[in-house]
């Protein structure tokens, strides 16, 4: 079993699925769920919308199990999927329905997210501010350089497997992800 | 030279750095010429500021939504089609196996001489074989 004892764990649990194993697909899903998630709401910027296109992404890949062959690495296809319908979700325009208002208020209610440990109001305020802005800034990038800077700053992808990925050269993705760091340091310089 | 600016391998170098790929010495310049480049000192600094940005918890009933949806795909067909569907493909069944019960069978065969020539093709093979060999 030279072949599996090589294999990454990822691609391990979904061979197991495509031989009717039920359990590795939860397995998959309890490592996957929250990274998958937390991208594709960087990428359309709402809850709702992100966690309705996780679960397109999920079922897509708990459909298409049987034919599954582990030829990249497991992320490699679970981000290309992901990056795909989050990139047709914000073509199709399905974006700016639910983000008319987004600048003055969260339309689907919920607070943004800051790091624990700030206990003072004033300081939580302060961090919810700062944390609008990246947020602004991020999606204020270009498709493609926004979809690259997210999974390399927050899904811990380097620049080979978004290059995979995302489906353009390597030397592309290095630009791609050199444009967009540099957009976000001349906008967020002023909080650093 | 090390500023990532003015580098054509500035994008090599950053994602060097950041991937920790960077060899010591180069990684050890960068941040010496970030300390005096206001550019390269907040593109480090940035990092940090980025990691500011958390997205919110996974809704808790996540994976019941999906667990519903594959099992919806799952379903036979008759489950989706529902009765409307079901109860006219089903008389459309019964009618052709009506159909092809009432048909008029195919002119009978002659059983007995059947049997006949079955009996007559096993005495002549026991005419053929040497006497006890059957
Ligand atoms: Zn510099």
Redesign the pocket.
């Known amino acids: 079993m030279e072949v599996a004892a090589t294999l990454e764990r990822d691609a391990q649990l979904m061979l197991r699925v495509r031989d009717g194993d039920e359990t590795s697909f939860a397995i998959l899903l309890e490592r996957h769920r929250s990274p998958v998630v937390h991208f594709v709401y960087r990428m359309v910027g709402n809850q709702a919308v992100a966690e309705e296109l996780a679960q397109e992404v999920f079922f897509r890949v708990y459909k298409s199990r049987a034919s599954y062959e582990p030829t990249a690495k497991f992320t490699t296809w679970l981000y290309r999927i992901a990056s795909h319908l989050a990139l047709n979700a914000i073509r199709d325009g399905k974006k700016r329905k639910y983000q008319q208002s987004l600048d003055q208020e969260r339309p689907d209610g919920t607070e943004i997210q800051v790091p624990d440990g700030e206990t003072s109001v004033e300081q939580r305020m302060v961090a919810q501010v700062r944390a609008a802005e990246v947020r602004q800034a991020i999606e204020a990038l270009p498709d493609k350089q926004r979809a690259a800077v997210l999974m390399h700053k927050y899904q811990g992808l380097g620049y080979a497997q978004i290059s995979a990925t995302l489906e353009v050269s390597e030397s592309a993705t290095k630009s791609l992800l050199f444009r967009a760091y540099e957009t976000l340091r001349v906008r967020l310089a002023h909080l650093a | 030279m090390?500023?990532?600016?003015?580098n054509e391998n500035g994008a090599d170098l950053l994602i060097g750095f950041l991937e920790g790929t960077l060899p010591e010495a180069a990684r050890n310049e960068l941040v010496a010429?970030?300390a005096e480049?206001s550019?390269?000192g907040e593109m480090l600094a940035v990092q940090a500021t980025l990691d500011a940005y958390e997205a919110p918890e996974v809704s808790a009933n996540f994976d019941a939504q999906l667990y519903a949806r594959i099992g919806a795909d799952k379903r036979p067909w008759w489950q989706f089609t529902g009765w409307k569907m079901a109860i006219p493909a089903a008389m459309a069944a019964m009618l052709a196996v009506g159909v092809w019960i009432r048909q008029p069978e195919p002119v009978a065969v002659d059983h007995p001489q059947d049997v006949q020539q079955l009996e007559q093709a096993l005495e002549d093979l026991e005419l053929l074989m040497p006497a006890g060999s059957l």
């Open positions: 090390t500023c990532l600016r003015e010429h970030a480049c550019e390269c």
